[in-house]
């Protein structure tokens, strides 16, 4: 490989008095990346370096971009398969070597963190003596390769392992991925000091060279141990044991061999000299990338995470806009919540209720959680006084005068959030945007209640607003472009997704979990142990148990929404086809009076203070037939197969118009299981484990099989056998 042809991606700066700075800076790129170019130069650095030990002091690493360093290129990640992986590991191993040989030349190296330095930036200051971090909001450091589906196979397993342990090099940087701003990160020893502006940053790194002659890292001196101990240690055997369990309560016992094999490089990286761990590592990396769940994980919260909030559904060609005064109507749980979430994000908000006593419980709300954020340190009582000053709590609709959006979360019922458009249609600013957060009516009804009707679009936010991340924005049949630009900007605005989908009954994700929920109750009406049914789910990768969902949800209202969607078919002259959950659902309410979670009784039993305790027992007695158990994959694929099947069904019905709102909808929305990579990513990835074979044809042939097994409602639609004939997959591009 001619290497002299490719640029070099580092750049050499030599003091007088004998410090080299080098300066990360791939020429035309807008950040630095592990690739082809940045190897070589890191390599042709590293033995400059070492022939000119004698003549230089120490060695700073700092970048001229506004991140330090950007990891590995995912783009290259992606696509490594089983015959390129031995390519990928090798140049893996020739950076380590490079970095070895800067830790271990004697003088003092730092690396000047002045942005963010995740994954393979901060392995690249891992190989560094010294770290200092530039105080700035961009400046995140840690190693979040584990929400990718990945392991820091660059050093950073072996190095976080001799630097904190291998139990706290679990649970602080390798297991959870977080990403620490510098005052978490110098509180967590990620970092060594903190300097407040570039100036700073380099005269610190300076200083700690110009202190020592020499430098070592702690696991090159003699005597180093690890701390907490070595694996054999009985203390560290007995927490190690403990591992396992921590381990299940992060993923959920969901499939995902992420985790499981960062526990077990750090276990054995412990073991074993440095040379020998960086191969471990690397192992267990490759045997990651080359999987379909990593693959699919990095489709989903990267590729198409990027494509969803970068706006590929906004309308082009309309001015981005920031909403400055924003109408909540009614404080309830929704309105609290996105009360909150506004002014957080710097937008005055107005909270309107029946009575000003309703609209100050809402507030009251955003008042809890500010003054937890306090507690934990998270923000300053300033911030928190700033943010609750901007929300003004009211019972009158004068007071909404000059709000340039409306968000309205009042009660379900179509003629009320008629009647409350009306009263402030006029008082707001004549040209305000008006949303609704409804999450089952259809947006062009409500729409019928306001004058300006290309203004009026649906806003679905999710329970707890505060946490949820995903908006779903709905287009009515007569919304404009400029409204959906605009409740795009203002979804940005706070910082959450938005998914944009076109108008229907329930829309995407509220009709795609009604499919999941109404599966999981039909397999106890089939008599199939109802905590069974909820260990399916689990480990299937559902972040809740399906049994708890519906009461969560309220049996009442999926019969209310049942209700209305078939007359809604009906009147359209269709069909309406009864599901198996329909009368497990009526005979809980009607016959044993359990209609969920907030009527005290549902598939639950439930304490005096709300809180769930066990699974009603009646439901053994009522329901489970001794016999009926089904094979554990069925349960489980039904409930994927379910949702996965719907969403095509959306995307024929033009409800839904791109693959990656559907990914990231059904992940961050109604929690499909990450490593899928969403619902439509699942399809295309289907591994076959039924014995059905792989991908779409494999797909379609366990449908098939499900469909005879357990009903029609699981044969495969025209545009998914059409897909598998041509050899398609779901994808945008
Ligand atoms: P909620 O019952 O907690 O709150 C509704 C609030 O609206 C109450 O405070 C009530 O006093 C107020 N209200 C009633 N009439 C009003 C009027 N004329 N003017 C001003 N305020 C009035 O209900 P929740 O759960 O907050 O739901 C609100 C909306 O959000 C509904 O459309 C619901 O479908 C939707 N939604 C609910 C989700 C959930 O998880 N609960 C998720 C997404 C959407």
Not at 258 to 285: G, H, K, S, W
Not at 299 to 309: C, H, K, P, S, T
Request: with cysteine; net charge negative.
């Amino acid at each position: 490989m001619d290497t002299t042809a490719r640029p070099s991606t580092i750049r050499w700066e030599e003091s007088e008095d004998g410090v080299v700075t080098l300066v990360l800076d791939d020429p035309g790129q807008s950040a630095n990346t592990m690739n082809a170019a940045f190897i070589d130069s890191l390599d042709a650095v590293a033995q400059r370096l070492v022939e000119r030990r004698d003549d230089i002091r120490g060695v700073v690493v700092t970048s001229a971009k506004r991140s330090f360093f950007a990891g590995g290129d995912l783009r290259d990640l992606i696509s490594v398969t089983p015959a390129t992986a031995q390519q990928s590991f090798e140049a893996g191993m020739r950076v380590k070597r490079s970095l070895r040989a800067l830790e271990t030349l004697g003088r003092p190296v730092v690396a000047a963190i002045n942005g963010a330095a995740l994954g393979g930036g901060y392995e690249i200051a891992l190989a560094c003596h010294h770290r200092v971090v530039l105080d700035t909001p961009a400046a995140r450091v840690g190693l979040p390769e584990v929400t990718l589906g990945l392991l820091p196979g660059g050093g950073g397993v072996t190095r976080t392992v001799r630097m904190f342990g291998v139990v706290d090099a679990l649970r602080t940087v390798l297991l959870e991925g977080t990403q620490y701003g510098p005052v978490d990160a110098l509180e967590a020893g990620l970092v060594d000091e903190i300097a407040a502006d570039p100036d700073e940053l380099l005269a610190k790194a300076r200083a700690f060279v110009a202190a020592r002659p020499e430098s070592a890292q702690p696991w090159d001196r003699p005597g180093h141990r690890i701390p907490g101990g070595t694996p054999s240690h009985p203390k560290l055997a007995a927490q190690l044991s403990a591992l396992p369990a921590l381990l299940r309560k992060r993923t959920g016992g969901a499939p995902g061999p992420a985790p499981r094999n960062i526990l077990a490089a750090a276990v054995e990286t412990a073991q074993v000299d440095l040379d020998t761990a960086f191969v471990v590592e690397a192992r267990y990396l490759t045997e990651l990338v080359t999987g379909q769940i990593t693959k699919n994980m990095i489709q989903a919260f990267f590729f198409d995470l990027q494509a969803v909030n970068a706006g590929a559904n906004r309308p082009k060609g309309v001015e981005p806009g920031k909403v400055a005064k924003v109408a909540v109507l009614g404080a309830g749980m929704m309105g609290a919540g996105i009360a909150y979430s506004c002014a957080r994000a710097g937008i005055d908000v107005v909270l309107k209720d029946v009575s000003l006593e309703s609209a100050l419980k809402g507030k009251a709300y955003s008042e809890k959680l500010c003054a937890k954020a306090v507690a934990k340190g998270r923000t300053s009582q300033e911030k928190a006084a700033a943010l609750l000053a901007r929300i003004t709590p009211t019972a009158e609709a004068a007071d909404l005068a000059g709000c340039d959006a409306v968000i309205e979360a009042v009660f379900e019922d179509t003629s009320l959030k008629h009647k409350v458009f009306q009263e402030i249609e006029h008082v707001v600013a004549p040209d305000a945007l008006l949303c609704s957060n409804t999450s089952t009516l259809p947006i062009t009804a409500l729409a019928e209640g306001v004058e300006r009707q290309g203004d009026f679009i649906g806003l679905h936010f999710f329970s707890p607003v505060d946490r949820m991340p995903l908006v779903e924005i709905i287009k009515g049949e007569r919304t404009g472009d400029g409204a959906l630009a605009r409740a795009f900007d203002l979804v940005r605005q706070i910082g959450k997704t938005p998914i944009v989908v076109n108008d229907s009954r329930g829309f995407f994700t509220s009709r795609v979990i009604g499919h999941f929920i109404d599966e999981g109750v039909a397999m106890v009406g089939e008599g199939i142990e109802p905590a069974s049914v909820e260990q399916a789910a689990a480990q299937a990768g559902y972040p809740a148990k399906v049994l708890s969902l519906m009461d969560e949800l309220a049996l009442t209202l999926s019969r209310k929404i049942r209700e209305e969607t078939k007359r809604a078919v009906q009147e359209a002259g269709r069909t309406w086809e009864p599901h198996p959950a329909d009368h497990v659902v009526d005979r809980m309410i009607d016959e044993f009076e359990r209609p969920g979670r907030s009527g005290g009784a549902g598939f639950y039993e439930y304490g005096e203070d709300g809180r769930r305790a066990g699974l009603w027992p009646g439901l053994r007695e009522h329901f489970t037939k001794p016999g009926s158990e089904i094979p554990f994959a069925d349960m489980q694929e039904r409930m994927l197969f379910s949702e996965a099947l719907d969403t095509v069904r959306l995307l024929e019905e033009g409800v839904l118009t791109s693959v990656a709102d559907a990914n990231i909808g059904s992940i961050f929305g109604i929690g499909f299981p990450g490593w899928t990579g969403g619902v439509l990513q699942y399809i295309n990835g289907y591994d076959g484990g039924a014995g059905a074979g792989a991908g779409l044809p494999g797909f379609v042939a366990r449908a098939r099989e499900l469909a005879d097994r357990y009903g029609e409602r699981f044969t495969p639609p025209p545009l998914l056998l059409r897909k598998a004939e041509r050899g398609e997959t779901f994808t945008d591009f």
